[in-house]
């Protein structure tokens, strides 16, 4: 939200465009069934009404820009989440409290179905009707003092992003020619001493100064010339000289704070992430149970030592846990020096190699999924000598440990799986992970585990 501005249909199309769509369709559901709407639907109602008004609060469901982030796939996985997460709540509480019984399973089962096509309805709606406003003039107007690089970013978001319903109308800089940015010559109106008159007589509502913090006398003066209009005013620091991992506006107990580095998995994402990881491993661990079973019974007859082989590694926040692998070699290393395992490694056995090549011995990876250790997607956890040794050598090598690390990651499917024999093939791993962090989705987690599977079936690069 640019400037704590937000359109007040948008602002209450948030807040209950979600809610009341999903009681209503629960009165339809009824209806279809031809059941009395009677007292215990209506609890249930209010119930998922009040859900529904938290879980869907972390989706952006009604934005619309030039270029939709993640498209319509992106949305629709979205939206899926959020209604499964709600029914999986209110199911839960149903069989705990013995209720369930109560209700119609096919008013349940109608309920379930329909609400997806009402809410995707109702989104479409919003959208439309915000466009429309749009059109006939229903937007702020805003310049920008600073025509520098941070300017010209903080214009294109305002572009893009159409459901801000704001414009800028233009630059205003005291630097000339090749001091400014060159795409932003022809839409320079004057210096700094010209803002308030253009803005007193162009009836402009928003004022974003980018200009930076060493042109203090610069920006007192002019937030003091602007005093005499009725423009908001909104200084904009610039963030960008940072590598930005997650960045965003918070406060401390009222204290204005930006965060520069952070993990994506904090509010309901955090949610998003965990019951995904929960649902597919449960599923896939109920899938593979036979061939796991077969596996441990083939790695205990071949060779001596245990199954299941754990090691020492850094989950998130760089603290050590377990990870289980079937063991595939005639050693089971944890030391302070931890040998990668290389081709034709005379370590790994002949069931190891053909495990190893397949990704076989990960499976019991998605026990560190159920445990909450680990995650289906993020960084590969390296042994913690190997931490050790890299986080000396590769600049932000720890940020990597923000997430809990995965079975597999944006880091394997792009040609850095297996043996890192290079520090240049580790710093090409630790850039990908960081990149992860940076765009982290449901739907690119989704991504990732489908092109795994595609790469484990031709892949030669792990042994």
């Given at each position: 939200?640019?400037?704590?501005?937000?359109?007040?249909?948008?602002?209450?199309?948030?807040?209950?465009?979600?809610?009341?769509?999903?009681?209503?369709?629960?009165?339809?559901?009824?209806?279809?069934?031809?059941?009395?709407?009677?007292?215990?639907?209506?609890?249930?109602?209010?119930?998922?009404?009040?859900?529904?008004?938290?879980?869907?609060?972390?989706?952006?469901?009604?934005?619309?820009?030039?270029?939709?982030?993640?498209?319509?796939?992106?949305?629709?996985?979205?939206?899926?989440?959020?209604?499964?997460?709600?029914?999986?709540?209110?199911?839960?509480?149903?069989?705990?409290?013995?209720?369930?019984?109560?209700?119609?399973?096919?008013?349940?089962?109608?309920?379930?179905?329909?609400?997806?096509?009402?809410?995707?309805?109702?989104?479409?709606?919003?959208?439309?009707?915000?466009?429309?406003?749009?059109?006939?003039?229903?937007?702020?107007?805003?310049?920008?003092?600073?025509?520098?690089?941070?300017?010209?970013?903080?214009?294109?978001?305002?572009?893009?992003?159409?459901?801000?319903?704001?414009?800028?109308?233009?630059?205003?800089?005291?630097?000339?020619?090749?001091?400014?940015?060159?795409?932003?010559?022809?839409?320079?109106?004057?210096?700094?001493?010209?803002?308030?008159?253009?803005?007193?007589?162009?009836?402009?509502?928003?004022?974003?100064?980018?200009?930076?913090?060493?042109?203090?006398?610069?920006?007192?003066?002019?937030?003091?010339?602007?005093?005499?209009?009725?423009?908001?005013?909104?200084?904009?620091?610039?963030?960008?000289?940072?590598?930005?991992?997650?960045?965003?506006?918070?406060?401390?107990?009222?204290?204005?704070?930006?965060?520069?580095?952070?993990?994506?998995?904090?509010?309901?994402?955090?949610?998003?992430?965990?019951?995904?990881?929960?649902?597919?491993?449960?599923?896939?661990?109920?899938?593979?149970?036979?061939?796991?079973?077969?596996?441990?019974?083939?790695?205990?007859?071949?060779?001596?030592?245990?199954?299941?082989?754990k090691q020492r590694r850094y989950g998130v926040d760089g603290d050590e846990?377990?990870?289980?692998?079937?063991?595939?070699?005639?050693?089971?290393?944890?030391?302070?020096?931890?040998?990668?395992?290389?081709?034709?490694?005379?370590?790994?056995?002949?069931?190891?190699?053909?495990?190893?090549?397949?990704?076989?011995?990960?499976?019991?990876?998605?026990?560190?999924?159920?445990?909450?250790?680990?995650?289906?997607?993020?960084?590969?956890?390296?042994?913690?000598?190997?931490?050790?040794?890299?986080?000396?050598?590769?600049?932000?090598?720890?940020?990597?440990?923000?997430?809990?690390?995965?079975?597999?990651?944006?880091?394997?499917?792009?040609?850095?799986?297996?043996?890192?024999?290079?520090?240049?093939?580790?710093?090409?791993?630790?850039?990908?992970?960081?990149?992860?962090?940076?765009?982290?989705?449901?739907?690119?987690?989704?991504?990732?585990?489908?092109?795994?599977i595609k790469l484990v079936l031709k892949d030669s690069k792990a042994y």
């Amino acid at each position: 939200m640019f400037g704590g501005y937000e359109h007040p249909v948008l602002s209450l199309a948030k807040r209950l465009v979600n809610p009341l769509i999903i009681l209503f369709s629960l009165v339809v559901a009824a209806t279809l069934e031809q059941q009395k709407f009677d007292g215990l639907h209506l609890l249930l109602g209010i119930f998922a009404f009040l859900l529904a008004s938290q879980v869907f609060d972390g989706f952006e469901f009604f934005e619309t820009s030039v270029s939709a982030r993640g498209g319509n796939a992106s949305y629709a996985l979205n939206l899926l989440i959020a209604w499964l997460i709600v029914l999986v709540i209110l199911g839960a509480v149903g069989v705990l409290s013995g209720i369930i019984g109560d209700y119609n399973a096919r008013v349940l089962l109608w309920w379930a179905l329909i609400t997806p096509l009402l809410l995707f309805i109702g989104h479409s709606l919003v959208r439309a009707y915000l466009e429309m406003l749009r059109s006939q003039g229903s937007i702020r107007r805003a310049v920008i003092v600073g025509a520098n690089e941070l300017g010209r970013k903080l214009a294109d978001r305002i572009h893009q992003q159409r459901s801000l319903m704001m414009r800028v109308e233009a630059f205003f800089d005291d630097r000339s020619g090749d001091r400014c940015e060159s795409e932003l010559k022809n839409v320079v109106f004057g210096g700094i001493d010209d803002v308030a008159t253009y803005v007193a007589e162009h009836e402009i509502d928003l004022v974003y100064i980018t200009l930076p913090m060493f042109n203090h006398p610069n920006v007192m003066g002019l937030v003091s010339s602007l005093k005499d209009t009725t423009a908001s005013i909104y200084f904009v620091p610039d963030v960008f000289m940072f590598d930005l991992v997650q960045a965003r506006l918070d406060n401390v107990n009222g204290i204005p704070v930006i965060s520069v580095f952070e993990t994506p998995l904090t509010g309901i994402n955090a949610v998003h992430k965990r019951v995904f990881d929960i649902v597919a491993a449960g599923l896939i661990l109920l899938a593979i149970a036979p061939l796991m079973l077969v596996i441990a019974v083939l790695v205990k007859a071949t060779s001596k030592g245990p199954v299941i082989f754990k090691q020492r590694r850094y989950g998130v926040d760089g603290d050590e846990i377990l990870v289980y692998k079937f063991r595939s070699m005639s050693v089971c290393e944890d030391n302070q020096v931890v040998t990668q395992a290389t081709q034709n490694d005379a370590r790994v056995t002949r069931l190891g190699a053909i495990l190893r090549r397949t990704s076989l011995d990960e499976l019991p990876q998605f026990l560190n999924v159920l445990q909450g250790t680990m995650s289906i997607v993020g960084p590969r956890p390296h042994a913690v000598a190997h931490n050790e040794h890299y986080r000396k050598l590769i600049h932000g090598y720890m940020w990597r440990h923000k997430v809990k690390p995965g079975i597999t990651g944006w880091a394997q499917i792009n040609g850095y799986r297996g043996e890192t024999d290079t520090i240049d093939k580790m710093e090409g791993r630790v850039i990908y992970d960081i990149a992860y962090l940076k765009s982290w989705s449901v739907w690119l987690d989704i991504t990732i585990i489908f092109k795994t599977i595609k790469l484990v079936l031709k892949d030669s690069k792990a042994y």
